[in-house]
């Protein structure tokens, strides 16, 4: 992970954009995926939110569903329900992340910490992809995945650069829950989610 440091620490790589953090994922897949690849992040226990934060927070996701296609969450259900589902925001793999580097057997892995330089023609191609199976996934070659915000703050634990919006802590969305980030396939026999 790269962190915008605002140069408090010189010996770790710094961001010149508005970028507060970036998370870096290199490996190949050890098996082509029977299904649908969503990446994304889950919070550990169900979110209590207030009419008015519930509202602000569905209407905002909404607006992210108009830029992300198949963009799925949920705030959470009652542990009590046996089929409850944790607070989520999941969207499918290609598409979603930022960057994407497919590196054929033999040659040279871009380096980790520091940003990725995709192709552009494979950016419009994968931007593109509905499915999965539309990125045609080799098990030979190593994939090179990255996303990054410029609306989370993690050092202060804040929600920040949202138009119209000042600096939020987070703990009001998720109290002092973890979030943990992940894979999620989605069997092509059964529709419920499930971790990978």
């Keep these: 992970m790269l962190l915008n440091l605002y140069f408090k620490c010189p010996h770790i790589f710094t961001f010149f954009d508005r970028r507060q953090f970036e998370v870096q994922v290199q490996g190949k897949f050890k098996r082509e995926p029977q299904g649908e690849i969503y990446v994304g992040a889950e919070v550990t226990n169900k979110m209590e939110l207030g009419i008015l934060t519930k509202s602000i927070s569905k209407a905002a996701l909404r607006f992210c569903g108009t830029m ?5 969450y949920s705030f959470g259900d009652s542990q009590s329900d046996p089929n409850y589902q944790v607070p989520h925001l ?6 979603t992340f930022d960057k994407v580097l497919v590196t ?23 931007i593109k992809f509905r499915l999965t199976s539309d990125a045609k996934i080799d098990i ?9 915000t410029s609306n989370l703050n993690l050092l202060d634990w804040t929600l920040v650069g949202v138009p119209m919006v ?7 969305f998720f109290n002092n829950s973890s979030i943990n980030l992940g894979a999620l396939l989605m069997d092509v026999h059964c529709p419920i989610l499930r971790r990978s």
């Design 68 to 72: 992300v296609s198949d963009l799925h």
């Design 90 to 95: 999941v969207a499918p793999i290609f598409p």
């Design 104 to 126: 054929p057997p033999g040659e040279e892995l871009p380096a980790m910490n520091i940003p990725f330089n995709e192709n552009l023609e494979f950016r419009k191609q994968r």
């Design 140 to 148: 030979n070659n190593t994939y090179s995945f990255s996303v990054n």
């Design 166 to 172: 000042r600096p939020m802590d987070l703990r009001t």
